[in-house]
């Protein structure tokens, strides 16, 4: 029913991941490939495409109006897909998560006013927290049997008055980690005590991998579900990063009113009428289309660790339980970063994330997006292989003097 291995052309289709390789990576090549901005290369689901074809088959394009269906249609897929519980009465539509983060931080917090970080962590949140004249506290995550986990009793000691905000990726980005109820119920109990607000970002949480299962932050602790808000979206799960939509969801209702006199007061209670309609499609029609979607994307992630494994002697991915980016330490290889770096772009033109984007933590890692069709999966860990082969040609050489020597 599905066709993920299609390959679809993109180039030359104002998408930013194909057709910004040159202008942000210098890589000029005809041929480069993108791993970098957390953009499957799948066709959406046929009912997103159908909703929108009824759209432009109508050809009037006014302001889009009511957005209960839409909320109901969120409700419904988390209640069927997570058994999570939620009223439309606490949801806030924005413009994607990354700006309902910035009109958080505005609508709580005020300039020089902290936010935890759990670095190596999604690069867009330093980005927002900086532009809105906030500050970061960083609070290094510690990697334990392939896995992150969070250091509450370093953070704790390092907590000022001005620390008011967490944010927090559950499950995690960029090392897929999936929290299980106990951590994340840890580190709400954690903002309970020092009066901090939980902001957590769940837009990856219908990504599992082979079979592990999302708790929500409202599930995992809900006696501190007053201090908790979660970001949502259908873009992540869906391939449908352009339709810029998303939700803030909190049942503190005061909480609720200054997030919502914030996205009023910037301008933004008026919504695409394409992004509302796509997004609501896929809640609606795209659960087929997902549970096909997850064992290919398991496959990918397999197909990658493995072949890593093989051809970049010391290269080591992180086993991700979520998410599509792989997360790949390079520093057992014994190259500088930046040599690794430039191998992978002159050498194999491939367009990753660095690791540095991240915070503390991620100096040595490149993120690798594999949410691509299987052929250019293949293509593109061959050019990897061939960017370190010096480097597998090298252990093969130890490998045998050392046989000799024996």
């Not at 986990?149 to 960029?174: G, I, Q, W």
């Amino acid at each position: 029913m599905f066709d993920f291995d299609r390959v679809i052309e993109r180039r030359g289709t104002h998408s930013t991941k194909w057709d910004m390789i040159a202008k942000l990576s210098g890589i000029q090549a005809p041929d480069a490939l993108p791993m970098w901005v957390a953009d499957m290369d799948f066709a959406a689901p046929a009912g997103v495409t159908e909703a929108l074809m009824e759209e432009v088959k109508r050809a009037t394009h006014g302001y889009y109006a009511d957005t209960g269906s839409w909320a109901q249609a969120l409700v419904d897929w988390m209640k069927r897909r997570h058994r999570l519980t939620l009223d439309p009465a606490w949801v806030s539509q924005t413009p994607g998560i990354v700006s309902g983060l910035g009109l958080i931080l505005q609508a709580i917090t005020e300039p020089g006013d902290e936010v935890v970080l759990f670095p190596p962590a999604y690069h867009a949140f330093r980005k927002i927290i900086q532009a809105n004249g906030r500050q970061i506290l960083d609070a290094r995550m510690i990697e334990t049997d392939g896995r992150y986990r969070m250091d509450l009793a370093a953070l704790e000691a390092r907590l000022t008055p001005r620390s008011k905000v967490v944010f927090y990726c559950n499950p995690h980005n960029p090392g897929g980690t999936v929290w299980t109820a106990e951590e994340t119920r840890a580190l709400a109990a954690f903002c309970a005590r020092h009066d901090l607000i939980l902001v957590s970002d769940e837009i990856h949480c219908d990504l599992m991998l082979g079979g592990a299962v999302h708790v929500p932050a409202l599930t995992a602790a809900p006696e501190f579900a007053d201090r908790i808000i979660t970001c949502l979206a259908a873009t992540k799960t869906f391939n449908l990063a352009g339709a810029h939509v998303g939700a803030c969801v909190t049942p503190n209702a005061a909480l609720k009113q200054r997030l919502d006199q914030r996205i009023a007061a910037s301008g933004l209670s008026s919504y695409s009428s394409f992004g509302m309609i796509a997004t609501e499609a896929a809640w609606r029609t795209g659960e087929a289309w997902l549970d096909a979607l997850l064992p290919y994307l398991t496959g990918n992630r397999d197909l990658l660790d493995a072949r890593i494994a093989e051809m970049i002697p010391g290269a080591r991915p992180m086993r991700l339980d979520s998410t599509y980016l792989a997360w790949v330490d390079f520093s057992g290889t014994g190259l500088a970063p930046e040599d690794v770096a430039e191998r992978v772009k002159s050498r194999a033109r491939i367009f990753a994330s660095p690791g540095e984007q991240f915070g503390p933590g991620g100096t040595g890692w490149l993120r690798l997006n594999f949410a691509m069709p299987r052929p250019l999966l293949n293509e593109a860990l061959g050019r990897l292989g061939d960017a370190f082969d010096d480097l597998r040609s090298q252990t093969r050489s130890d490998g045998a003097l050392s046989r000799v020597r024996a």
